[in-house]
C-alpha cells in the first residue's frame, strides 16, 4: 500500500462528509457514558479533613489554658480522590488522594495565595483585583480566574490548563509563562527542565544543559522565553508574532539563535539597545 | 491489570474522538459510529478489574472497537456480500491509528473554525452547495463565499504537517 491514506486532502474530504457539529466530543460523551455507568458521575462525598478537626480541637485546647495563639493558617488534607472544597473567595477545588493545600486566614485579603502539593484542579473565582496564586515546591501559578490542575511534588509541578490564562514561573530558570487552555508544562527543578505542551506546539527549556527546544511555537512565545533565558530586551515586529517556529539548541548564543530564526523564517527579530 | 476510575476517565478523553472517526470508516454514520465507541468503553469498565495484561490500551481499543463494528454489521445483515464490507484498503493496524488520530485533529478544527465560517464552509464542502447558492441564502458575496471556503481548507490543511516542514521538509 502507499502512502496515500496520508494525503490530508483526502483526510479533510473523510472528515467533513461527515461532520456534525457537538458531535463526537469526549465531554458529551462522558456526560452520556455517566447515565450507564453511574459510578463515573458523582465524585465520591467528601469524608474530609481530619486534619482541620485535629486542629481546631488543639486550636481549643490552647485557649482552653489561656495561651492566645490563632493559628494563622489552614491545612486540608484530601484523603479520598475528588474530595471537593470551596475556598473563602469561593473558589472551587477538587483535591486527589493525598493531596495537601494550605493557606493563610487572611487568605484573600490583598491576594488569594494558596501552597500546595499532590495533585489538585482549580475553578478560581474571578477577581481581577486579587491575582490567584498557587505555590508549590518549585513553581509558582498566577491566575485571575480560570480552570487548571496542578501536580506538585517535592522536586516537580505539573500544571494543566482547562480554561483561561495562567502564569506559571518555574523557580529556575525563572521565565514566566503564559499558558492558556490545552496546555501542559511539567517542570523538573533537579535538571531545571521546563516542557510546554499545547494541542499543536512544543517547547522545552532546560537550565541545566542550556539547551531550547522549539516545535511549532509562536514566535512571540520564542522571543518571550529567549529574552528572560539570556536575560536581553528583544524586539519583535507585530506582523511576525504568530510565525510559528521549530529547532533546538543547546549552548547556543542568544545572537546565534536569533540569527537562525531570522534566516529560517524571513523575520526581523533584534536585540534592542 | 486494573484499571482505576481516573485512569479510565484519562483513557477516554484521549481516544474518545479518535475512536470514534476509526468506527465511522465501519459504521459511515456518525451516530452508529458514537455508539459502538460508547459501548466498547461501557465493556471496558465492566471488564477493568479482570484485564488480562494489555501492553497497550490504545491498540487494544483500537482493536475492540473495530470488532465491535464488524459484529454490529454482521448482526444489522446476517448476508453481507463481501463488496459490502467496508474498504479498508488494507491499512495495518499503526496506519489506521495515524488515519484516525489525523482525522481526529481535522473535526476538531472544523469545531474550532469561527462559526459564520464552518457553515459556509461546510454548506460548500459537505453539502455540496454551489458558491453562487451559498451566496444567495446567507447574503454574502461570491467572492466572500469562496474566500472562507478557501481559509477554512487553508487552515484545516496547515496546521497539520505544519510543524515538520521547516526543517525536514
Not at chain 1, 28 to 34: Q, V
Not at chain 1, 36 to 50: M, Y
Not at chain 1, 140 to 151: A, I, K, S, Y
Not at chain 1, 249 to 256: A, D, G, H, L, N
Request: aromatic residues 8%.
Amino acid at each position: 500500500m502507499t502512502d496515500n491514506f496520508k494525503h490530508i486532502d483526502k483526510r479533510i474530504e473523510f472528515v467533513t462528509k461527515h461532520y456534525k457539529p457537538n458531535t463526537f466530543d469526549s465531554k458529551e460523551g462522558w456526560k452520556k457514558l455517566s447515565t450507564s455507568i453511574p459510578e463515573l458521575g458523582k465524585p465520591q462525598r467528601v469524608r474530609l479533613f481530619p486534619l482541620i478537626a485535629a486542629a481546631a480541637a488543639i486550636a481549643v485546647l490552647i485557649i482552653g489554658i489561656g495561651i492566645l495563639f490563632t493559628s494563622s493558617s489552614e491545612t486540608l488534607v484530601a484523603k479520598t480522590d475528588n474530595t471537593v472544597f470551596m475556598l473563602p473567595d469561593s473558589s472551587r477545588i477538587n483535591m486527589q488522594k493525598g493531596a495537601e493545600l494550605e493557606y493563610e486566614k487572611d487568605f484573600d485579603k490583598v491576594e488569594r495565595r494558596v501552597s500546595m502539593t499532590g495533585e489538585i484542579s482549580f475553578a478560581v473565582a474571578r477577581d481581577e483585583e486579587k491575582p490567584f496564586i498557587v505555590t508549590t515546591p518549585t513553581a509558582e501559578v498566577r491566575v485571575l480566574g480560570t480552570e487548571f490542575t496542578v501536580e506538585a511534588g517535592e522536586n516537580e509541578t505539573r500544571l494543566n490548563v482547562a480554561s483561561g490564562k495562567v502564569q506559571f514561573t518555574p523557580d529556575s530558570p525563572a521565565i514566566p509563562l503564559l499558558c492558556t487552555a490545552g496546555m501542559i508544562v511539567h517542570y523538573t527543578a533537579e535538571n531545571e527542565n521546563v516542557k510546554v505542551t499545547s494541542p499543536d506546539a512544543m517547547m522545552e527549556i532546560n537550565g541545566k544543559s542550556k539547551s531550547l527546544t522549539f516545535n511549532n511555537a509562536q514566535l512571540k512565545e520564542v522571543v518571550l522565553v529567549l529574552s528572560h533565558f539570556y536575560n536581553v530586551k528583544l524586539e519583535l515586529p507585530e506582523e511576525e508574532a504568530t510565525l510559528t517556529f521549530t529547532s533546538s539548541f543547546t549552548q547556543k548564543s542568544v545572537i546565534e539563535i536569533i540569527n537562525i530564526i531570522n534566516l529560517t523564517l524571513d523575520t526581523h527579530v533584534k536585540i534592542e539597545n | 491489570m486494573q484499571i482505576s476510575k481516573k485512569q479510565f476517565s484519562v483513557y477516554y478523553h484521549n481516544y474518545y474522538r479518535q475512536l470514534c472517526l476509526h468506527a465511522l470508516h465501519f459504521m459511515n454514520d456518525a451516530d452508529e459510529a458514537e455508539d459502538v465507541v460508547q459501548e466498547t468503553f461501557v465493556s471496558l469498565w465492566d471488564k477493568r478489574e479482570h484485564l488480562k495484561t494489555i501492553k497497550s490500551i490504545k491498540a487494544y481499543l483500537y482493536t475492540a472497537v473495530r470488532n465491535n463494528c464488524l459484529t454490529k454489521i454482521r448482526d444489522a445483515k446476517p448476508t453481507t456480500s463481501l463488496e459490502e464490507l467496508p474498504n479498508q484498503d488494507f491499512l495495518s493496524q499503526d496506519e489506521q491509528m495515524e488515519r484516525a488520530e489525523m482525522e481526529a485533529r481535522i473535526w476538531k478544527m472544523i469545531d474550532e473554525l469561527p462559526e459564520r465560517r464552518r457553515e459556509i464552509f461546510l454548506m460548500a464542502k459537505r453539502d455540496g452547495m454551489r458558491y453562487k447558492d451559498i451566496a444567495e441564502q446567507t447574503g454574502l458575496t461570491v467572492k466572500t463565499v469562496e474566500n472562507h471556503v478557501l481559509r477554512a481548507m487553508q487552515s484545516l490543511r496547515a496546521k497539520d504537517f505544519k510543524a515538520y516542514l521547516f526543517f525536514f521538509a
